[in-house]
């Protein structure tokens, strides 16, 4: 497939399928989108079924990719703590919809899902026992480490799929003021789990 076309076909999936998920979305929009004929994308792809495991496996090995390689390194918990929320708040901001649409897609198929999340190099599995063995080395507190990974994908995820109702009551529909506290709530989950581990 030619680079430019892959990349178009690429971003105009993604924007379909986070905002209409894979039951909503259909062909001729994502051509429309991406401003090409629909018989393009079934030349490349064959179904939509094809398309949508190629777009959410991008998503999560991008993901899955940085914390690995986080994870991995010598650094230390907190630094890796750090690294994680930095790269998934900034993940999250660029791409809102993104934790909404897996949500949906988990309650419509969740076997799907984990064939995809779990399928090949990504191994999501293994890299989050990496996660849950930091966590577990650093806590003082002797607190489960599976409340605090709970606890800090809560801080995480909650802002961005309750944003239309956060947005609205707490900054009255302002967007740069909820963007600018996505941006203060990286020092805030940070201090949080910090303390949490730490007791």
Known sequence: MDKSTEEK?????RKVFILK???GARMQEIADEAGMNKALLH?????KENLFKAVFKDIFTKFFAKLKDTLLSSA?????????????????????YVPSFIINEINRDPKVLSSLMFENFMEPAKVLKLFFNEVE???????????????????LVFPFVARPILQMVLFQDDKVAYNNFLEERKEVVKNMMFKLIEI
Do not use: C, Q, W
């Open 137 to 155: 080395s650093a806590n003082k507190s002797v607190v489960d480490p599976r409340h605090i990974l709970t606890s800090l994908m809560g801080m």
């Open 76 to 96: 230390t918990t907190r630094e890796k703590l750090t690294v994680f929320i930095d790269n998934y708040i900034d993940l999250i901001t660029a791409n809102p």
């Open 9 to 13: 076909i690429y971003e105009a999936a």
């Open 43 to 47: 030349y490349y792809f064959r179904n």
């Open 21 to 23: 998920g894979m039951e």
